[in-house]
């Protein structure tokens, strides 16, 4: 029994080599321990995992959530009316029309139309969590870890202002001052400020810079910094649902200012009086920029 | 009614104390075991999130055999294992003039490809137990934790496995 033991303490120098010279095939065994000391294997990627691990440990928290909320519920129906004062889930729910939302910390959401909003209005000083399932435009005070827990992915801030735009399908956020983390299950980038990210369901990732201040939903103006002109006829073209022509412009312009959401003809007015340009209406939908001869 | 002081596991800086210190060992046990990343990545993350989720009721001592049980139980069912691949670290420094010779060099790179053959030849068991001793210079009494078995139990399995070693590299 004792010779059972004896190679395991050899190999971990606990017996000196000059008591084992006499056993069969010790020059063999001196070549393993030897030998094996050089040996080296994979590591295991201690941060990436440990993302993925913190990732769905708060997936499982929102799982919680929606028990949480069947208890109410049955609080309710007992009668204990108190005991729901626990249970403070909002939801907000919009249809056709945005929504503001101010939140416990001064924090402010604005949602857009078809979104759905939930939150916890007394865990919210422990807890800044909100889930998302469509658009809004956040403006995050200062303070711990601010979530935006989405079907796709999460995001995670400190105090920042950025937008979310998330279903089941895709999945963006744009970052508009400060900085904002980004993790879904196969990504994790971080935004600053004036950058975007796109991430389809098939989980491909697009990252983006972008010229303007706040998204055009949310407000009546929005302002433009150094955006180049293709850009912003671009962002017209999506928002207002046109068409311009600017192939006849050679030049190549950058826009700063302050543009409207809600006004075509007042943006005309300033692009063609900023730039020289000619605007002319060829259909009901479709317009063409031209260099003014006269400058 | 009786307050339950909830355990420290539950702090997310201790949990993450937790995380750099069992997750790099727990990886490699069950990759000497299987000899697959994927599956021992997986049963980090799986024991990981077990642990979060039933963290009030695992006291701070226990985690450790927690950790490792919850694991041991997540691979029961996985019988096959593929071959550990395993590197040298390229280390000649120090070495005398002797072991610089050519034929020396050769004749130790014979003998190294040999030892991989034959630890990828050892049982599962054995293999855990003598590179966890060998790479990642555990104690025995470190490994008797990690396999939840005795010391004693560690020497036996780690001299039977320099039994086998031996075995197969001279009839190779």
Known sequence: MEENYKLAKWLD?????????????????QKIKKISQDLAAPNL?????????????????????????????????????????????????TLSQTQKIELPDQSKIQLAANSQLQYNALTWWFNRDVSLNGKAYFEVEKGSTFNVETPLGLVQVLGTKFEVDATENQFSVRCFEGKVKVITNQHQEILEANESVFISNKNELKKE?????????????????????????????????IEIDISTISKEKQFSGKLST????????????TYQFKIEQVNKNKYIFVEDEEN | MIKKIPSQVCEKKVYQNLYSEHAQVLFKHFYY????????????????????????????????SFLYTVANNWLINKHHHEKVKLKYKNDYQGRTEDEQTPLYVLEEEEFKTRLLSAINKLSPKQRSVFLLHRIDDKSYREIAEIEQISIKAVEKRM?????????????I
Request: hydrophobic content about 45%; proline content about 3%.
């Open chain 1, 13 to 29: 120098n606990q017996i000196p080599d000059r008591e084992m010279q006499d056993l069969e095939g010790f020059d063999t065994y």
């Open chain 1, 45 to 93: 990627n201690e941060e990436k995992t440990f993302q993925q691990i913190e990732f769905r440990n708060i997936q499982q928290k929102s799982n919680f959530k929606v028990f949480y909320k069947f208890a109410a519920a049955l609080a309710l129906l007992v009668g204990v009316a108190s005991f729901s004062l626990f249970f403070a889930a909002k939801e907000v729910v």
């Open chain 1, 209 to 241: 810079f972008i010229p303007y201040n706040q998204p055009f939903w949310t407000d009546a103006h929005v302002q433009l910094n150094a955006a180049e002109l293709k850009k912003v006829v671009k962002l017209l073209e999506k928002h207002f649902n």
């Open chain 1, 262 to 273: 809600q006004d075509l003809k007042e943006n005309f007015e300033i692009i063609s009086s």
């Open chain 2, 33 to 64: 075991k299987f000899g697959n990343v994927e599956w021992a990545e997986d049963v980090v993350q799986e024991s990981f999130i077990k642990l979060w989720k039933k963290c009030k009721d695992v006291p701070l001592p226990k985690v450790k």
């Open chain 2, 159 to 171: 001299s039977n496995a320099l039994k086998s070693l031996r075995n197969v590299i001279e009839n």
